[in-house]
């Protein structure tokens, strides 16, 4: 294998860690030519039981042409993607849809060590936060939100902890939706073997639970309407993740596929700028495709005319310092993301 070759594999095994939904990993990369790909969306790798979800395939679409992007400058390259983004009706039901091409070229400038650092560290954390957000990095991520149509919104510490709880109820009202129930299942990940083994899904550890607890709950889910017991749950979860932590969501035009795409874009230069303040993220993805809790949301915000022409919520997050979280492993590059390839 050349020099040039074995780059090229180390940039599309830094790209193989972009963060997806239930880290699902659904995109893969087709070698068109030398530095030429075909990039796809396997839909049965992302979500479908709510309808929603559908549109925010675009911003995982968006989110990984980014993610690329900044892994191609890391390591010293050029790149280019023409976008093709299918219809949403494209993504219901199995199959591989294209989305873009990209060509990637050596480039004749230096890596961005630097920036190779910040990607390495990047990742979800879902423990206890010890630290907010400063002011500086905040005023950026507002800036950068602002620059890609969107308004980022800071919320004060006690809505903070009120969304952090939102974000937990969701999961669990989630337990008496049966498509949605077992479509979590299918993505959880209940002990170190299992985790090891398929090397994508939610794993119990990353979520800071318990593999037996979590699939107790998932089994019989209905002990979490008994009287009483939603309330004990509030006040337990509410006391363990009462932390210091800031919470930020997103408003923008949600109204199609390319709106959706620019949401992605956004959403991941928003993660690099907290990754390379050395500060963690945790996306609340379960009140966007949980009506309830969104509209709960929309209250906790006080936003009271929502609308998916001028301003709807699209990403919700946590963010701040924690101890390192538990690694989310990721399917070898050989094995899906380049999956008919070897480069």
Known sequence: MTTENTNLTKLIELANHYPSPHNGQPIELR????GGYELCFETKRGLQAAEV??????????????HLEFCAAALGYDISCSLALPPVSALKGDGSIRFATCQIIASEQAGNSALLDTLRFRQTSRKKYFEGVDDELSD???????????????????????????NQRAVFDDMFDDAVREELNHWLRYSKQEKETKKDGLAYDCMELSGRAMKF??????????????????????????????????LTPFSNEQEAYEVG?????????VADKRYYLHPFGTIMSNQAAHDDFLKLAHIEHEDIHKNFLVFIFRCGKSEKPHTSLRIPVEEHLLRSERV
């Open 31 to 34: 070698q068109l030519s030398a």
């Open 53 to 66: 979800s559908y549109l925010f395939s675009y911003v995982t679409m968006g989110v990984f042409i980014t």
């Open 140 to 166: 950026k991520m507002i800036s950068l939100a602002a620059a890609k149509n969107l308004e980022l919104v800071k919320m004060d510490r006690a809505g903070t902890h009120q969304a952090i709880w939102l």
């Open 217 to 250: 709950i998932v089994k019989h889910y209905k002990i979490l309407r008994m009287p009483g017991v939603s309330r004990l749950l509030q006040q337990y979860y509410l006391r363990t993740m009462s932390d210091n932590s800031d919470a930020y969501y997103l």
């Open 265 to 273: 874009v956004a959403v991941m230069q928003l993660w690099e700028a």
